[in-house]
């Protein structure tokens, strides 16, 4: 019989009257049972949490932070153990997995380091008029209170521990809510807090569909902050659910590579498909699109080509580079839009394959603005390259989408690179190199459809906090 997980609730692991199973997406083996919580559930898990709060707020920045320094300890320790389920819970190749739990501890340990050096200002208020000048202001940051984190599947460890160590250190805390297909694994991440000695109620999960129990979780009274990454239809539901609470979404992309006439096209090539092809075109941060000037479009896909069908295809204990997708809505989605660039008349340079949720990397020249890959975000391996007449063409497209989450340019001359970057209407510009989210202390936002608020460790604790002033006159 396969495992029972059950949820961390109030420092106590607990079951549901529900239950949900979980299958291995590549095999289809069972990795085990959830529970489903019912709202009951979640009202004791938000009562508990919110109970919590008060003596976890009292604790000093350096008493917090040993809890997460503990915690990252322990992940470093079981990267190995955890990157294995995690592997199998989400197809995701067995190394990239485990690198995905050691870049968490990383994160906690520099959360922790972050908080401690979290200082307030003291202002004059002196430059309005001579009554002003007399007046001081004592400003600093305060938690919110409750924080639910809610993740999705592709990074169900990591964009958990990058939304719960920034809340903790600045003395909130968190209900996580796991992606079902990940829910093991972010369950496997609460153990890890139970061992480092977290106090009961200040860390705490809720499992359960999010079609079941989203709106619910969402709109509950006792949540102060929504933290959520993930699609953008379900991101923009829970904008409308939060009111006046502060939320963070993190949500889909059609990141660009704009690769330009003097690039470098071998530096070009290597980036685009890394970007494009890592954990199957599953990253919202993935290369979702090239738009290459015509005259150097040939060769830059003929490169392309040449890597694409060096990628090795099979299954994530194995580290191949393309493995199944995530379910088969997944994989059906990502056929529409390919069997809709074939009828439209794009070119296929790679064979098209699709066995079960497996599909084969498919590299499409020629793709022209009227089909649907060159605007939808497919979540799968499969590449459209878009011919330009000219730098202000690539521009053009790439602002006509409604996502703004990254782009790449591609180039050697700097000046037009900045320029470009300038114009582009998206939260960060790589230049020469692939989009990605990383650095984590570095600033992470999408711009139109792909979020809204700031992550990155500085700016997701800044963002998880807010401003208290204290005014008082001088003689
Ligand atoms: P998703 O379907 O939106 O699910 C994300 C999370 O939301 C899951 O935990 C899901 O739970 C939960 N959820 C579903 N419906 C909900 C509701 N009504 N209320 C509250 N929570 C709800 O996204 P996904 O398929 O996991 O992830 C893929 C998408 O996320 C892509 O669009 C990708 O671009 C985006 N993404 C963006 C970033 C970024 O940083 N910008 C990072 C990663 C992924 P269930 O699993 O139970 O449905
Ligand atoms: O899927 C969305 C993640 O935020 C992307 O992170 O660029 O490090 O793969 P990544």
């Not at 959830?34 to 949490?49: C, F, G, L, T, W």
């Not at 999010?210 to 379900?234: C, L, P, Q, R, W």
């Not at 089909?371 to 202000?392: Q, T, Y």
Request: hydrophobic share 40%; with cysteine; proline share 4%.
């Amino acid at each position: 019989m396969s495992k029972q997980y059950k949820n961390l609730v109030n420092g106590e692991w607990r079951l549901s009257d529900n239950d949900i199973k979980i299958y291995a997406p590549a095999t289809g083996e069972e990795l085990g049972t959830i529970p489903a919580m019912s709202q009951e559930d979640v009202d004791y898990v938000y009562e508990s949490a919110r109970a919590a709060q008060p003596a976890w707020r009292a604790l000093s920045y350096v008493e917090r932070a040993s809890y997460l320094h503990k915690v990252a300890d322990i992940l470093e320790r079981d990267a190995e153990k955890i990157g294995k389920v995690l592997s199998k819970e989400i197809a995701k190749g067995y190394k990239a997995a485990v690198s995905e739990v050691t870049r968490t501890a990383a994160i906690i340990r520099y959360a922790a380091e972050e908080g401690v050096r979290l200082q307030g200002e003291v202002l004059e208020g002196g430059s309005f008029d001579a009554a002003s000048k007399k007046k001081i202001a004592i400003v600093r940051r305060e938690p919110l209170g409750l924080v639910l984190a809610i993740s999705p599947f592709n990074y169900p460890v990591n964009l958990a521990g990058s939304k719960i160590a920034p809340a903790l250190i600045a003395g909130n805390v968190v209900a996580l809510k796991p992606p079902t297909q990940g829910s093991i694994s972010g369950l496997l991440l609460a153990e890890v807090f139970v061992e480092a000695g977290i106090p009961a109620g200040v860390f705490s999960t809720i499992t359960g569909r999010g079609s079941v129990i989203g709106d619910y979780i969402v709109e509950h009274e006792a949540v102060n902050f929504i933290n959520f990454t993930g699609s953008t239809k379900v991101g923009e539901r829970i904008g409308k659910m939060a009111g006046m609470r502060p939320i963070m979404l993190e949500l889909g992309g059609k990141d660009s590579a704009i690769v330009l006439k003097d690039a470098d096209l071998e530096v070009a090539a290597k980036n685009i498909v890394d970007g494009a092809f890592g954990y199957s075109g599953q990253r919202c941060t993935a290369v979702k699109r090239v738009l290459v000037q015509e005259e150097v479009a040939d060769e830059l896909v003929e490169i392309i080509r040449e890597k694409v069908l060096k990628l090795t295809i099979g299954n994530p204990e194995d580290n191949a580079d393309i493995t199944p997708l995530i379910d088969t809505g997944a994989a059906d989605f990502v056929e529409g839009l390919v069997n809709d660039a074939v009828e439209k008349g794009a070119e296929a340079k790679t064979d098209i394959v699709r066995e079960g949720n497996l599909i084969c990397p498919i590299l499409f020249d020629k793709v022209t603005s009227d089909m649907k890959l060159a605007w939808e975000e497919p979540f799968g391996p499969v590449l459209p390259i878009i011919r330009v007449k000219s730098v202000e063409e690539a521009i053009e497209i790439s602002n006509k989408s409604q996502y703004g989450l990254q782009a790449s340019i591609f180039t050697n001359d700097f000046p037009l690179a900045f320029s470009i970057a300038e114009q582009l209407e998206v939260g960060t510009v790589h230049i020469n190199n692939k989009t990605q989210r990383g650095t984590d202390n570095f600033p992470f936002l999408g711009a139109k459809k792909s979020g809204a608020g700031t992550q990155g460790v500085k700016y997701s604790i800044e963002a998880m906090t807010t401003i208290k002033s204290v005014v008082f006159d001088i003689k």
